[in-house]
């Protein structure tokens, strides 16, 4: 098959080519472009700078402008790290994870009447599009250790209308899959994973995002790895629908078929049930470039997150109110996206929103972070019963309003981190004490 690129340029070498830049960046748009990358101040930093700049119109003058700014050989090139890395065939790079598990419910054909799992602890996105068609959301409870998926649960919850299960490896950490998987299989349920959290996790030998029939992986800025600030790598197990996946990132475009009188051919999608129309998530060259740099060091950036939550848990080891952060074993390997600190409320003399008001008081400040997707105001208002869903995932609102909260991290120095683990030790002493 036809490289899916964009087909409105490109034409090759030739005395006119129709370039696909009309208009490219300049020296000085150049210098603002690595002012924003590496920003500063002071009289060092803007030497530095219009040192930087007389060597960049130097280079101005004797470069060529890339000819090509979307979808083109640096995406192929991150996809092909990705394979390399994950051990797939076929990735393909969207805009994002979002855009990725768009085109897995749109293969599933989901519909109004069709059923979903999904964790009842995750973000928004992962939920968005079946919310969007009207299919009905199912919610799963969690595991108390880990906050993922609890299969059992999700064992009790399928029904004849149940089409796709959404298993989302929350902070990194991996979901039971293996029994998800045996009931998908029993039931001819779809899985897709939420790997948005989770490049290059390992569950029993395998790479997470590789065993569901679909996958998505988001590189977007908070993400342990990015793709400037935005993109997603989708990935397929469902047979013969790797190049349909390439096709399904624009607009269906299809180049193997015979192009007459110049005009080219959009072709539908295959889906489980009946074909789908596809819409447009193609990324730009420069994520495809971000991405294969960041990709390349991804286990570099794993081993350090891992060591700073190893270090969280040898500190918080000294109270026993604290529960520590999974870190996983030969079976598990979590990619540390988050720490996942956790208290038992009743030695801890207090519930987890204490906790998380005394840490902030100390500096260590919270954020809006993953909770009961069905609390949401977009899920009642489109006809749901929080309260009656609370019902059947009592571990969900256990720990999410007493015992767990996620810290950051990524990149943090010695100093804060021992900053964060003695404001967790004060916190929860000063709980113990009534205080
Ligand atoms: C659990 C989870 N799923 C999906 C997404 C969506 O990823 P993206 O922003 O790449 O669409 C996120 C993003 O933060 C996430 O946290």
Redesign the pocket.
Known sequence: MKKATDFRYNTGETKVPWAAVGENYNASDLMEIIRFLMQGKGEEYEQACQAVYEQVKKLDAVSTPPGKLTTGAQVEAAEEACNKYLGTSSSTFV???????EIAYKYANLKEGDEVIVPAI??V??MAYPLAVGAKLVFADVDPVTINMNPADVARKITPNTKMIVP?H?GGYPVDLDPIMELARKHNILVLE?A??AFGAMYKGKKVGTIGDFA?F???E??NITSFG???IATTNIPGFESDMKRARFLGLDFSAPIKNWLYNITPIPGKEKPFVALNYSPTEIQGLGLKLQVARNEEIIAKRRASAEYLNSRLAENDAIIPQDLGNEDIKPTFHLYLLQIDPDKAGGDIQLLKKKLEEKGVTNIPH?GPLYRFKVVSDMGYDADEIAKTCPVCEEVFYRRFTHLPLYGLTDEQLEFMADAILESVAEMQQGK
Do not use: P, R
């Open positions: 805009t994002n994870a979002t855009s990725g598990f995750t973000f996105a992962t989302v929350i939420d948005a959290h998505a988001s590189f977007h908070v993400k935005e993109g997603g993953f």
